[in-house]
């Protein structure tokens, strides 16, 4: 089985300024990763996936995330952040040759102007 | 084109009483998952179809939750004696085919309070 922490449930950060949402997982098999975004008053999307080849993927709207095997972690980054940032986001994991993901709790993001 | 479409978007009911949800998938994808959405929480799964046919339905809590998907499209997610712990938003998502490369798309949910 899979399981997902994201030990940060609300992040208020500066607008303009980095931003870091933590993200571990636990498999006993290889896994896919996934960071999905929900804003206010819409359903899930997905921001970005790591399913092989890189270990550093990018969204199209400046996030970043590096898959890190050593330590079971998918941290997701961006430089700047701006108020349209403002949403949940989840961490997500599938296990290679099985559908479902495994999903953690959330990490509240809010921009401060 | 149309995204993912759940129906109704908000359901009350009593302790006790028998409920269905509607989720009309994107057309043309064949997988269909249903996700559990407590307060606080991540989305937990439930049931997975390729086609007409469940490929995985561990993550159905116990023999209350039934779900079909008869003709491949829309599919209906039964719940029977429904519970104060059933309160949840229920998502359907659906991606073009099996496997990780085909992002699922979620839709908007249904908001269960069960009374």
């Known amino acids: 089985a899979q399981s997902v922490t994201q030990l940060d449930s609300q992040v208020p950060v500066f607008e303009e300024a980095p931003v870091e949402l933590r993200c571990n997982y636990s498999?006993?098999?290889?896994?896919?990763l996934f960071w999905y975004v929900q804003y206010p008053n819409q359903g899930l999307q997905l921001l970005l996936k790591?399913?092989?080849?890189?270990?550093l993927v990018e969204s199209i709207n400046g996030f970043e995330a590096e898959f890190n095997k050593s330590q079971t972690s998918f941290h997701l980054r961006k430089p700047s952040v701006h108020i349209s940032d403002t949403a949940e986001y989840f961490c997500?994991?599938?296990?290679?040759?099985?559908?479902?993901?495994?999903f953690g709790t959330g990490t509240r993001l809010t921009i401060i102007p | 084109g149309a995204g993912v479409s759940q129906t109704p978007s908000n359901k009350v009911t009593e302790k006790g009483k028998y409920v269905e949800l509607r989720c009309d998938p994107i057309?043309?994808?064949?997988?269909l998952y249903w996700y559990r959405q407590s307060l606080g929480q991540g989305p937990e799964f439930l049931i997975y179809f390729q086609g007409t046919g469940a490929a995985d339905d561990s993550g159905l809590p116990n023999d209350r939750f039934f779900a079909v998907r008869p003709e491949g499209s829309v599919s209906t997610l039964k719940i029977q004696r429904t519970e104060r712990g059933d309160s949840a938003v229920y998502l359907c998502?659906?991606?073009?085919?099996?496997?990780?490369?085909?992002?699922?798309?979620f839709g908007p949910g249904t908001r269960l309070t069960v009374l």
């Open positions: 790591y399913l092989s080849g890189s270990t």
């Open positions: 998502a659906s991606s073009l085919d099996r496997g990780p490369y085909n992002e699922q798309f």
């Open positions: 057309s043309g994808h064949t997988a």
């Open positions: 997500a994991v599938s296990a290679f040759g099985n559908e479902k993901l495994t």
């Open positions: 498999s006993s098999v290889s896994v896919y």
